[in-house]
């Protein structure tokens, strides 16, 4: 072969390769913009500060973070990201002592005011000895108002528990460490809406909710304990990052799969468990605030 012949296919060759490293870069980073597979990363890959600055601490090395109440200030962080469906989990370890009157939440929404998509962890203070009460919600284009409320079966305050979220196109659970505590369904075709549109942000907050939180507002907060902390940390994030434009409608994930269409045997059954002994209230079976069950309460069993 002659030289010249030699560089003209040298350089198709190279041309060739150029287009090859071309789309895979295109496909990695599709891929890498569907989805954000991180398992217990640290706080900065994930969050930032929103909120009382001065009352917020980065700990273990990035791998935690403090929010502390106090009457000078609330404290709160965000993710810096928005996600339309996924697995999503945070450890948290409680307020200790006397907690009465604050709420420590954990919380995914669309914000976008009277339509907004809302998923609620609100952990609701006591009077030292008394249990911590469990208070999650559900919000679908703006409508809520479906809250329940368990007590847990372990002390939450001694050491972080991951509450979790897997949200896909049929399903949402709330899982408490690997128990599922609450499960609602899709079923858009029967008029009930379900969020499957609005990308959500993570959010995570500690503040004074003294006029409801505790006992109905009977008991109030006791600012002589403060400051109030509770930690943050083993975040794991894997769900459809929005921040490229992705379309996350028609993206695919793990959470996507088939075994996860519906809530299998097992988890079932630890859901019972968990309703028939630690829930203390489910608006399905609040006669006085709903005299008629909301429609998507029809398809609950009777307690």
């Not at 109440?69 to 993710?79: G, I, P």
């Not at 939450?156 to 460490?177: A, C, G, K, M």
């Amino acid at each position: 072969m002659d030289p010249a012949s030699a560089c003209r296919i040298g350089r198709t060759a190279n041309r060739a390769w150029g287009v090859a490293a071309i789309i895979l870069s295109v496909f990695v980073t599709f891929i890498v913009g569907q989805t954000a597979h991180t398992a217990n990363g640290k706080f900065d890959d994930f969050y930032e500060v929103t909120w009382g600055h001065d009352h917020v601490s980065v700990v273990d090395g990035g791998s935690s973070v403090q929010l502390a109440l106090d009457q000078v200030n609330a404290s709160s962080f965000a993710s810096k990201s928005k996600y339309l469906f996924g697995y999503f989990s945070t450890g948290i370890k409680l307020v200790p002592g006397n907690s009465a009157g604050t709420v420590t939440a954990y919380y995914f929404s669309s914000e976008t005011g009277d339509v907004r998509d809302e998923l609620d962890f609100e952990f609701l203070g006591n009077s030292t000895g008394e249990p911590y009460v469990l208070q999650t919600n559900v919000f679908a284009n703006g409508i809520g108002r479906r809250e329940q409320r368990i007590y847990l079966w372990f002390d939450p305050t001694q050491e972080l528990h991951q509450y979790s979220i897997l949200w896909n196109r049929n399903q949402i659970v709330f899982y408490v460490d690997d128990y599922p505590i609450r499960f609602f369904e899709n079923k858009e075709d029967e008029g009930i809406a379900f969020p499957t549109s609005q990308p959500m942000g993570i959010y995570a907050s500690i503040w004074n909710g003294d006029i409801w939180a505790t006992q109905g507002g009977a008991v109030k907060l006791n600012w002589t304990y403060a400051p109030f902390v509770s930690e943050f940390g083993n975040f794991e994030i894997e769900g459809c990052d929005t921040v490229n434009n992705v379309n996350c409608a028609s993206a695919s994930g793990w959470w996507a799969g088939s075994e996860y269409q519906n809530m299998n045997a097992a988890d079932t059954s630890k859901l019972k468990w968990v309703q028939q002994n630690y829930m203390v209230y489910d608006y399905c079976y609040d006669t006085t605030r709903y005299p008629t069950p909301p429609l998507d309460c029809t398809h609950k069993p009777a307690p």
